[in-house]
């Protein structure tokens, strides 16, 4: 993907919630963004902020179609620890135990992989080598190009939150894409709204410091989308 510059922060932004796999509520996303499109007028931009796959049914769909962009506006993807379980996967199949326990079955499922080899001893390795030659080359290279937070106005986008105590631009990967407790339970003013997903909720949850938009889409079948602005912040129905 291109690299995506905005420097308006007239510029409102989309945000979209852990997708997991659902690729039938990304493209009614898609839609619903088109709608507002339609009644609010162009100067926007879509973030999507991590977790695309495992659990859900359609990994690969989604990521296929997220390769090309297919929102009506400039877009930016962000990095969720389950891209990261995948990357480590393929770096170190020995670690396919953890990615199985946490949704990694029906990635590999999605892409054609044979999950009746995924039986240690050495099971992990044979499935690794069959997900590198299944995974398309536009598909790595979405993969290799997703950022870890985005900063825009009054908003900070990131998978998971950030750490408490740390300024913004100085957080690790680590915190952006996997922290909960020390962050969930802070009330720290950032400077920022910490805008993120990671941890489901049943409702999108909004406080004075961050936004929630994680609502489970994999299980649920609601996946959130926010229309940001420097005015506030409006839910999308989709």
């Not at 179609?65 to 993807?77: E, G």
């Not at 099971?123 to 080359?137: I, K, N, T």
Request: proline share 6%; net charge negative; charged share 25%.
């Amino acid at each position: 993907m291109e690299d995506v510059q905005i420097t308006d922060e007239n510029t409102r932004v989309f945000a979209i919630g852990d997708i997991h796999g659902r690729l039938d509520l990304l493209n009614r996303a898609v839609a619903a963004i088109e709608r507002d499109i339609e009644q609010y007028g162009p100067g926007a931009l879509t973030v999507t902020l991590g977790d695309y796959i495992d659990r859900g049914p359609d990994s690969r769909g989604v990521i296929e179609r997220l390769c090309a962009n297919p929102f009506p506006t400039p877009y930016i993807a962000l990095k969720g620890n389950h891209e990261t379980l995948l990357e480590t996967f393929l770096a170190e199949p020995e670690s396919g135990l953890q990615w199985r326990q946490l949704g990694g079955p029906e990635t590999l499922r999605s892409y054609g992989v044979r999950l009746s080899r995924l039986k240690p001893p050495g099971g992990y390795e044979a499935v690794a080598r069959e997900l590198r030659a299944a995974l398309p080359p536009a598909h790595v290279d979405f993969l290799k190009s997703l950022k870890t937070s985005f900063s825009h106005g009054k908003y900070f986008l990131c998978h998971a939150g950030v750490r408490p105590g740390v300024p913004l631009d100085r957080q690790t990967e680590d915190d952006l894409l996997w922290i909960r407790g020390e962050f969930l339970n802070s009330d720290t003013d950032y400077g920022k709204i910490v805008v993120h997903g990671h941890t489901p909720v049943v409702q999108p949850e909004v406080l004075h410091n961050r936004m929630n938009i994680d609502t489970g889409a994999f299980a649920t079948g609601k996946l959130t989308c926010v229309a940001l602005d420097k005015a506030g912040y409006r839910f999308l129905t989709i």
